[in-house]
């Protein structure tokens, strides 16, 4: 799950990282209740999309009324897409040199891996690929314990400066102890810059690995202060994964590799899905009529396709969902479904023994696929 | 022959007292597979429908034999049940359990290999089936018949969907495996791609793949230099949105490589015969057997 800016910079509180004292707002009026902070201060956007320098949304305000002009003013803008509803006031740092750091897993090689380079504050895609030899890549055995002397290494065949190399390895390895007990699949700092008050982390990204949640109890709190569509969050709320996409064709499937396919062949058939909506293993017939209520709130669809191959999941258990959550309705959209697997004959039994006209039964995924992008023309 | 588990296999079933263990614990023994241990900390000495249960992996080892451990135990334990089959010298272990976090996962696979000998298989995975031998895992047995293709996946219903191509054309297969969608897997595309190529019984191999990560191009590098067999594969998520989180911790598309596109180019460069749709498998098996 990818943080807001100012969430990361929490987690930085926490493990003692030196990042800008700053001030969350969220509606111009908070400006009143006055807050700590030296000026020149930077207003800063949150949102989760790269560029927002450029598109206006990071101004530095000398006094309080350049403040208010240009919090009134980012506040609500839109950024490719991404409406402004939170600004990060921070002080600004003297700045003396930037540099990159970040950690994140290499699934090829399976270890964690740790990229510093000189080059900070600019885009470091551009540094690897047209100056390599300028980002250290250092992959960290995850059985291992972090060795100071790998760190110090880095940091001097990355050319940082070596008057400041304590506070370096002092500020990597905590936001290494961040990566590892925070259970981070991301951390991402450029810059990490040497300012006149010292080495501080300027910016954060940071992307948090759900599967842990069970083991931080803020976790919770921080997925919920992050915004969804609303269609995805009533779905979140029954235990579905669900994204929404362009097209016209519901989508409703057991296990993401299933679905992903199911996706593709109704694109096959020259129609295209209105959402991925993953049951998961062994859902009940609960989990089936959820699921057709979260595609009935879905105005773009106009047919669905249902189609389960079950596994641990079992086809009579999903059959009677459909038919709980279809009985005596008259529906928006035709249901094409496609049973197989697991208690499969049951399934279907039970979907023939309870007609509805709109709910049409096929026998492969590819007849599925093409009846439901013909229904819905 | 087959690969990994045969009917000589013996499986200790990790979290055997738990609901889908004892489900499945049973529905494999019912198939055939010799189940021959259950464990649960506190619970050694109790059974579990005649099978024995006992307190450590070791200890049900150096009663019954077992050589594979299959584990059910939730994700908050799995990591540490893991390695206790693999200090217990277990051969295979078959890693069920979904939603471990990342940290866990790099740090017993990185353990293991360092320190063990044991192979692991999972974890977020199916397990695996060689029809009419053994089945170690939650796959539908119904669908399969036992014959000479290799299937190998990265997902769970997918591979269900691909052994249920190849058993309508009556086309049999020797072992099937879904190495799992999660970021660190034990086992990969290539160690199966490996086994496939030394075993006598194999004569096919049926790839599946999906957006994210660069296994699949990693597997076809190895497929160019060092596979003889015929390869069929298929690629979910051409259609799938770049940079969305598609359930599979592992499906998240970054860069050029991870796209489908660029899987399905690197396995068509390697020799391998790439079909667009999972229902085409079974005809291209055919085609190249």
């Known amino acids: ?377 | 022959m087959a690969i990994l588990i045969d009917e000589n296999s013996k499986v200790v079933v990790q979290g055997i007292t738990g609901r889908e263990g004892q489900f499945h614990a049973l529905r494999n023994r019912d198939y055939g597979t010799k189940i021959v241990a259950g464990t649960r900390p506190g619970k050694g000495g109790e059974q579990v429908e005649s099978i024995p249960i006992f307190n450590t992996v070791q200890e049900a080892i150096e009663e019954t034999g077992a050589n594979v451990a299959l584990t059910f135990v939730p994700p908050a334990f799995a990591k540490d049940a893991v390695l206790e089959a693999a200090y217990a010298d277990c051969q295979l272990i078959v890693c069920i359990t979904e939603g471990i976090p990342a940290k866990d996962e790099a740090e017993m696979y990185n353990l293991i290999k360092n320190n063990t000998k044991s192979k692991l298989l999972g974890p977020n995975c199916p397990g695996l089936i060689s029809p009419g031998k053994s089945n170690v895992g939650i796959m539908p047995h119904e669908i399969t018949l036992p014959g000479n293709v290799g299937v190998v996946s990265r997902s769970g219903t997918l591979t269900y969907q691909a052994v249920h191509e190849l058993t309508q054309l009556n086309i049999g297969q020797s072992t099937c495996i879904g190495i799992g969608g999660d970021p660190v897997p034990g086992m990969s595309f290539i160690d199966i791609l490996k086994e496939f190529q030394e075993d006598d019984e194999t004569n096919a191999i049926v790839m599946i793949g999906e957006i994210g990560g660069t296994a699949e191009e990693e597997a076809a590098e190895y497929i160019k230099n060092n596979i003889s067999k015929p390869v069929v594969s298929y690629i979910a998520g051409v259609t799938a949105p770049p940079g969305k989180k598609m359930g599979h911790a592992g499906a998240i598309v970054s860069g050029n490589k991870g796209t489908a596109k660029a899987k399905m180019e690197s396995l068509e460069e390697a020799g391998v015969l790439v079909v667009s749709n999972p229902t085409k498998i079974g005809k291209a098996v055919k085609e190249v057997m």
Request: with cysteine; net charge negative.
């Open chain 1, 1 to 377: 799950m990818d943080l807001f800016e100012y969430q990361g910079k929490s987690l930085y509180a926490n493990y003692d990282i030196a990042h800008p004292n700053s001030f969350l707002v969220n509606k111009i009026e908070d400006l009143e209740q006055g807050f700590n902070l030296n000026y020149p201060v930077v207003v800063k956007a949150q949102v989760q999309v790269g560029g927002r320098g450029k598109a206006g949304g990071i101004k530095l305000a000398t006094n309080n009324d350049e403040l208010i002009t240009h919090t009134n003013e980012i506040l609500g803008m839109d950024i490719k897409g991404h409406t402004v509803e939170k600004i990060l006031i921070e002080e600004a740092s003297d700045i003396k040199e930037e540099y990159y750091l970040s950690f994140t897993l290499d699934r090829s090689e399976k270890k964690y891996l740790m990229m510093l380079s000189a080059k900070g504050g600019m885009d470091i895609e551009a540094v690897a690929e047209e100056n390599p030899d300028d980002l250290t890549m250092i992959h960290i055995d995850p059985s291992k314990e972090l060795d100071e002397a790998v760190l110090i290494d880095a940091i001097t065949n990355s050319k940082l400066n070596q008057d400041y190399q304590s506070d370096l390895v002092a500020i990597i390895t905590r936001l290494f102890k961040l990566f590892i007990s925070g259970d981070c699949d991301l951390v991402e700092v450029n810059p990490l810059a040497i300012t006149s008050s010292g080495v501080m982390a300027l910016d954060s990204k940071v992307s948090l690995d759900m599967n842990a949640k069970y083991r931080h109890e803020n976790f919770d709190q921080i997925e919920k202060d992050i915004p969804i569509p609303p269609s995805e969050k009533s779905a979140k709320e029954k235990g579905l994964n669900f994204i929404k996409l362009d097209g016209s064709v519901g989508i409703i499937g057991n296990g993401a590799g299933l679905v992903m396919s199911t996706l593709d062949v109704v694109a096959e058939y020259g129609g295209s899905a209105a959402n991925f909506l993953d049951i998961g293993g062994g859902a009940k017939a609960e989990t089936v009529s959820a699921a057709l209520e979260v595609l009935e709130t879905d105005d773009s669809v106009s047919s669905v396709f249902i189609n389960i191959f079950g596994g641990i999941t079992r086809c009579d258990l999903v059959a009677q969902g459909i038919v709980e959550a279809t009985k005596g309705k008259d529906l928006k959209w035709p249901i094409v479904i496609r049973l197989d697997g697991t208690n499969a004959t049951e399934g279907l039994k039970i979907l023939r023994d309870n007609p509805n006209e709109k709910i049409i039964i096929t026998e492969t995924m590819n007849e599925a696929a093409e009846l439901s992008v013909k229904g819905n023309r």
